[in-house]
């Protein structure tokens, strides 16, 4: 991948336009961090503050970003024709693998929220192979009854648009308190994504169906994610029912399950040193990082215990998985360090 290649792209996909923005160069044989924003949001609304957190900078310098903007909802966008024809989830999901195989990278790192969570957890179980490993926060399986699908509907029919979507990123909390963020978030979805085709997105995922996966032994031919997961959503979060389905779907040897306090609906934007501690370690445990920095030294915080159990529960997990099978040796061929710490046969459901 040429060095140019960092910046702002248009790729054509089978599916239309996607807007990609790369950070940084391939490093090696590490696989690309690619992140997938919520509905409401684009990849800066969505990721800036996580990415910006001076901890995730030290960790991206080791790894080539690429932040995926769903069609029509990067800052700055055209207003897409009317008529235009959406494109549906299984379609976001599938236009992945071209950008994938145009910057040439050989797998990927996801880091979903919301609607980019059900994308790539998507994209995942229909290109496993291209998958390492997913961060999915506030995922929701499940698709939206004829109840839900109806509730919404009015509520666009009396609200508008941005406050319509606020209730699916914020907690009930933060909505009823007006915090900064809340209102912050409001003026700048308003401001900065173009509404009509917003509007289209929010059908859209509205409009998905469940994901089809189920854990290994509940149902006949069951079908679920092969890559380590870690799911992630805030206490009082609008998707905390989701996820906490989501992890029951999931093979349980190589699934996280972090429930992070005082964060809200986008922890991310709330607690972004607190989630990138835990990414750090769900990096180290796939071998993609020999070793974390201790921030004791220069009286910083220290990693907390429950993000020490994490670390164990990661490499111990990935330890058995990549014995079990082959095809998902290569999350530990090209690492720093390869030491597993016995077997996890659980979730690891940690609170921090």
């Not at 597993?340 to 690891?348: A, F, I, Q």
Request: proline share 5%.
């Amino acid at each position: 991948m040429p060095e140019c290649w960092d910046g702002e792209h248009d790729i054509e996909t089978p599916y239309g336009m996607l807007h990609v923005v790369i950070r940084g160069a391939p490093k090696g044989n590490k696989p690309a961090i690619l992140t997938y924003h919520d509905v409401g949001l684009n990849h800066k609304l969505c990721f800036n503050t996580f990415f910006n957190n001076e901890d995730m900078q030290e960790i991206t310098k080791h790894f080539v970003v690429c932040h995926v903007d769903a069609p029509g909802q990067q800052i700055g966008a055209s207003q897409l024709p009317q008529g235009y024809q959406y494109p549906t989830m299984d379609q976001l999901a599938g236009m992945l693998p071209t950008v994938v195989q145009h910057f040439g990278f050989k797998s990927i790192v996801g880091i979903g929220v919301g609607a980019g969570a059900y994308i790539l957890a998507k994209f995942a179980l229909i290109f496993p192979d291209l998958v390492e490993g997913l961060v999915l926060l506030n995922i929701d399986p499940n698709g939206k009854g004829w109840i839900d699908w109806a509730a919404t509907k009015l509520s666009g029919l009396t609200s508008a648009l941005p406050d319509t979507v606020l209730p699916h990123l914020f907690s009930q909390e933060e909505l009823m308190n007006n915090t900064e963020l809340v209102q912050s978030y409001r003026q700048q979805i308003n401001n900065t994504v173009n509404q009509f085709n917003l509007q289209l997105f929010w059908n859209m995922y509205n409009s998905r169906r469940d994901l089809e996966m189920n854990r290994s032994g509940t149902v006949i031919n069951a079908k679920t994610l092969k890559c380590p997961v870690m799911l992630v959503v805030g206490d009082n979060a609008p998707a905390e029912e989701g996820v906490v389905e989501c992890n029951s779907k999931l093979d349980p040897t190589n699934t996280t399950f972090l429930k992070m306090a005082d964060s809200g609906g986008l922890p991310q934007l709330t607690q972004p040193g607190k989630l990138t501690e835990a990414f750090k370690y769900f990096l180290q445990g796939m071998g993609y990082i020999a070793y974390v920095k201790d921030r004791r030294l220069s009286g910083g915080p220290v990693p907390s215990a429950s993000m020490t159990r994490l670390a164990r529960s990661r490499t111990a997990s990935l330890t058995s998985a990549s014995s079990m099978d082959g095809s998902r040796s290569r999350a530990c061929t090209h690492s720093d360090s390869t030491e597993g710490v016995g077997t996890v046969t659980h979730t690891m459901e940690v609170s921090c």
